[in-house]
């Protein structure tokens, strides 16, 4: 959740900013502090992480702590980038900058030779701005055509041509890292970076200058650089040089959610959905995607990412709020049949072992259909449901489909006397209410009769748009 920022505090001068007795912190002490003041009081440093809290957080913590530069290594989908950007929730709310200073520089340790002289000219009566914590995060997606000038900096032909001597340092124009000076810089995907690039950041990471077109400029820069990192052994497109991953202090290694639960609240948080999608669907989902990445049939290194299960979310959320506008259903809610459609459109973001060419849509809708099988057993266990399987055998049919409604598929049930069975099933999958509308107890009934067929209880035939229990 995004929390409004309050507004900037009003001093304006240097002078002012003495008088209010404020003190200025590195950027890593104020990060450690600001962690040790979080942890102290019982807050959570990292918001909308899920999975990483006895693994990944308190290695970054200590990392933190320790004031190292961080990289990430992981497969795709594993909240990499997530978790940077969660490190600028550590950063002081808002901090004093000499305005018009183009490193962002403290009033009190102006860096530049521009901001020393205006110091020096202006003194208490230097003007300052206040720079929030969000303008303190620089992010750098690492693509081959990267270049030292985007990440270190290069000479200005057009300051040269105004006038100005080479030797003139400023002549230079700063790159994204040093333009990051007193924040955070992530670079994502570090190994894409051409190895050459890899080395112009070594000054930068050990001993916090900067070299451009031969100029050695001595600035101490105040900068945590962050990145990220596929596992070298997948990406083929490169590698961390040695010397490079020297200079990182914490090399971290991300994972998959290893709890249901926890894989759960991912997809909950992050699925952008247009109609309402049952609790037990997300099950299957999030089923579905831990059984992909434990297949033989998948290739692993690649990893089947947690946006797999969020896309198959939206999607089946997007197909159950089409039949509702076609068929005017008053509630738009992603049914058991909806899951088809999510199989259909995200087979292309698995990567399979070559030897499974031809066989893609066959292993999915077997791992999908080994899914809702679990998701039935862990909720509908000890269910008697001899009586739907008797009348199902004596001739009953239940019609569902992408375009049946669920007041249709609910009046298509068969008549089991007085018994109450389809509310105990809807009963198990929503204990607090039974099912709020047609919509959530056809999704629950369907996956009833779902876990029957899978079962080899009870027969299914489907032509594509309408599917037959029977």
């Known amino acids: 959740m995004t929390v409004a920022a309050t507004t900037a505090p009003t001093i304006s001068t240097l002078g002012e900013l003495r008088a209010s007795g404020h003190v200025h912190r590195p950027l890593r002490t104020e990060l450690r502090d600001n962690l040790l003041a979080k942890l102290a009081a019982g807050e959570d440093p990292w918001p909308g992480l899920h999975g990483f809290e006895d693994t990944v957080v308190p290695q970054l913590e200590r990392a933190l702590l320790a004031g190292h530069d961080v990289v990430l290594l992981g497969e795709r989908g594993q909240g990499k980038t997530r978790l940077l950007r969660t490190l600028v929730g550590l950063l002081d709310e808002w901090t004093p900058i000499i305005s018009g200073s183009e490193l962002g520089e403290h009033p009190y340790e102006p860096v530049t030779a521009a901001s020393v002289a205006a110091v020096a000219t202006y003194g208490d009566d230097l003007r300052i701005s206040w720079r929030h914590r969000s303008e303190r995060y620089s992010e750098k997606l690492a693509t081959p055509d990267t270049s030292v000038a985007d990440l270190i900096g290069d000479v200005d032909p057009m300051k040269v041509a105004e006038g100005r001597s080479l030797g003139d340092p400023e002549t230079i124009h700063f790159g994204l890292i040093p333009r990051s000076h007193r924040g955070i810089v992530a670079i994502n995907e570090l190994p894409d970076l051409a190895e050459r690039i890899q080395v112009a950041m070594l000054n930068v990471m050990e001993e916090r200058d900067i070299q451009i077109r031969g100029y050695v400029l001595r600035l101490p820069l105040d900068v945590l650089v ?6 070298e052994d997948y990406t083929n497109r490169g590698r961390i040089i ?16 290893r709890e249901l639960e926890a894989e759960m609240a991912v997809i909950r948080q992050e699925a952008h959905l247009v109609a309402d999608v049952p609790e037990p669907l997300l099950e299957v989902l999030a089923r579905f995607t831990r059984n992909l990445r434990e297949s033989s049939a998948v290739d692993q290194r690649s990893g089947v990412s947690a946006r797999f299960a969020i896309a198959g979310a939206e999607t089946i959320a997007a197909a159950a709020l089409r039949r509702a506008t076609v068929k005017g259903e008053d509630h738009a809610v992603a049914r058991v049949v909806d899951l088809e459609a999510a199989v259909d459109v995200l087979g292309g973001k698995i990567e399979f072992e070559s030897g499974e060419e031809g066989r893609e849509q066959e292993i999915l809708t077997h791992l999908l259909r080994t899914a809702t099988a679990e998701v039935v057993r ?6 008697d449901f001899a009586l739907l399987v008797d009348a199902i055998e004596g001739g009953a049919m239940v019609t569902t489909g992408e375009s049946v409604t669920a007041r249709d598929v609910l009046a298509g049930l068969p008549v089991l006397g007085e018994s109450e069975l389809y509310d105990d099933i809807c009963n198990r999958l929503y204990p607090d209410n039974g099912g709020d509308n047609d919509g959530q107890r056809a999704c629950a009934i369907e996956l009833a009769l779902e876990g029957l067929f899978l079962a080899r209880k009870i027969g299914k035939d489907s032509d594509g748009s309408e599917t037959v229990y029977g």
């Open 378 to 383: 862990a909720h509908f266990r000890g269910l």
């Open 226 to 231: 962050v990145a990220s990192a596929n596992p």
């Open 242 to 257: 040695t010397p490079l991953k020297d200079r990182f202090g914490a090399e971290i290694r991300t994972h998959y959610p």
